[in-house]
């Protein structure tokens, strides 16, 4: 059974950072592209990056380029999203997603609240 | 960027009633493969989303037969033949094939 699991979420202050990881089983991990997207609270969602199987593609969304970085462990399948300079609009619910383009499977995610 | 633009925003049906959520592109989202990326995901109150039907037409396994797809061009939309109380949530459109991908600002279906 295909199965994703945030974690690592919680309470920064703006400035601060945080490290996301998504645990992935079920499936072959490494042929996948991997992908973040948030929901801020009551709001849409927002896709924010991606990463390929080899982790040789990868593509962020503007509001997030140059602060955050998303890296992969094939061994350990594991997605990760390392959050830097926070801001209040990064508080949202994160959700890890498998396959560019398609998004066919999400995890529960996991709450990021940046707020002094 | 390229925007969905869904409507209606809210949409209350009685049950057994069909319901339509319609999801415009600003632009083509043909991609160079010839497939188009837009998908349907349905996220129930409290639920992370779960996919509907991929590349417009094609819906997913265990997904009830009363949900279909269809649309061309930069016009797309999603039928339910018959809400029922489980259907209710809200509902987004997304494209796959110009990057940033986008969503549709969402649907939200409710019971009368």
């Known amino acids: 059974q295909v199965q994703l699991v945030e974690s690592g979420g919680g309470l920064v202050k703006p400035g601060g950072s945080l490290r996301l990881s998504c645990e992935a089983s079920g499936f072959t991990f490494s042929v996948h592209y991997m992908n973040w997207i948030r929901q801020a609270p009551g709001k849409g969602l927002e896709y924010i990056s991606y990463?390929?199987?080899?982790?040789?593609?990868?593509i962020y969304a503007d509001s997030v380029k140059g602060r955050f970085t998303v890296s992969r462990d094939n061994a350990k399948n594991s997605l990760y999203l390392q959050m830097n300079s926070l801001r209040d609009e990064d508080t949202a619910m994160y959700y890890c997603a498998r396959s560019a383009r398609l998004l066919d499977t999400w995890g529960q995610g996991t709450l990021v609240t940046v707020s002094s | 960027d390229v925007v969905m633009t869904q409507s209606p925003l809210s949409l209350p049906v009685t049950l057994g009633q069909p319901a339509s959520i319609s999801c415009r592109s600003s632009?083509?989202?043909?991609?160079?493969?010839?497939?188009?990326?837009l998908n349907w995901y349905q996220q129930r109150p409290g639920q992370s989303p779960r996919r509907l039907i991929r590349?417009?037409?094609n819906r997913d396994s265990g997904v009830p037969d009363r949900f279909s797809g269809s649309g061309s061009g930069t016009d797309f939309t999603l039928q339910i033949s018959r809400v029922e109380a489980e259907d209710v949530g809200v509902y987004y459109c997304?494209?796959?094939?110009?990057?940033?991908?986008?969503f549709g600002g969402g649907t939200k279906v409710e019971i009368k």
């Open positions: 632009q083509s989202i043909v991609y160079v493969d010839g497939n188009i990326y």
């Open positions: 590349n417009v037409s």
């Open positions: 990463i390929s199987g080899s982790s040789a593609d990868i």
């Open positions: 997304m494209q796959g094939t110009h990057w940033p991908f986008t």
